[in-house]
């Protein structure tokens, strides 16, 4: 199994509120992305965790946009007065993420009546899991779009692999639940662990971790990903939010 391809046609306005200065484009199957390039500050690694959490977490039922790699000629952007835009297209020819854009959703702010408790507490666990600090009350990354709730950026979790060196330390990685936005189910998080670790199979890990392009990831990391991300699952006790059962 792939992502699906597409070929950006038109670069049509950056989105300035994404530390990574994302822009939205037209792809040739006529639909509108979010494009996040290879060739911002995190460079790669932040598109293969995009891939791997947002996969994740769409296979344990949550709602993500979906994902597909984008081909970028960076002579799309030439009209487009801003050099460090140029610069960024420029860095970023080949291979791109391009996540469906939602027209006129929303952030969430607490306001709009979702999720439900349960969700909250599956959100917080994945996080944890995934050891996602960008899901804090100052940036939730979680838009409102029909009602419902909708995950992006994913592209900071996993950050052990930032530092392979140090990356065992990620097992038993603690995880500071009092900043997400959801803290307040911590306490439901312990209920849920048995269900959530056991859908988590080696082979779902394995299909994520397969999306990866490998244009974005050295030999060998797959097998890296895939050890990092069994062991932290084997061994909950220092990272669960609300306690261990
Ligand atoms: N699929 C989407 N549909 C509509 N708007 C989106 C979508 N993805 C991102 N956005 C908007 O663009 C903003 C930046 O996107 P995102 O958070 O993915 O970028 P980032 O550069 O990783 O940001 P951050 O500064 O949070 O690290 C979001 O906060 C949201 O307002
Ligand atoms: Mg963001």
Redesign the pocket.
């Given at each position: 199994m792939s992502l699906p391809i597409v070929t950006a046609t038109r670069y049509v306005l950056p989105?300035r509120?994404?530390?990574?200065?994302?822009g939205?484009v037209e792809g040739n199957d006529l639909g509108t992305?979010?494009l996040?390039f290879h060739g911002?500050g995190q460079g790669p690694k932040?598109l293969v965790a995009?891939v791997i959490v947002g996969e994740l977490f769409r296979r344990l039922g949550l709602r993500v946009?979906e994902l597909k790699l984008c081909e970028l000629d960076p002579a799309i952007g030439k009209s487009e007065p801003d050099e460090e835009i140029q610069e960024l297209l420029v860095r970023s020819a080949g291979l791109n993420l391009a996540?469906?854009?939602?027209?006129g959703?929303?952030?969430y702010d607490g306001s709009s009546g979702v999720p439900d408790n349960a969700t909250r507490a599956k959100i917080l666990w994945l996080d944890a899991f995934v050891a996602n600090v960008?899901r804090s009350w100052r940036?939730t990354?979680l838009?409102v779009?029909h009602k419902e709730l909708?995950l992006?950026?994913h592209?900071?979790a996993l950050y052990f692999h930032h530092s392979w060196m140090s990356a065992e330390k990620f097992t038993g990685l603690k995880y500071d639940a009092s900043d997400h936005v959801f803290s307040t189910v911590a306490r439901a998080v312990p209920g849920i662990d048995a269900e959530l670790a056991a859908a988590i199979t080696p082979d779902l890990l394995t299909e994520v971790i397969g999306l990866i392009p490998d244009e974005w990831i050295a030999d060998g990391d797959r097998e890296r990903y895939l050890g990092h991300l069994t062991a932290r699952l084997a061994d909950r006790t220092a990272w669960l939010p609300g306690g261990a059962r």
């Open positions: 989105l509120e994404g530390g990574s200065l994302p939205v992305y979010v996040k911002a932040a995009e946009p996540v469906d854009f939602l027209p959703s929303f952030g960008d940036n990354n838009l779009w909708w992006i950026d592209g900071a």
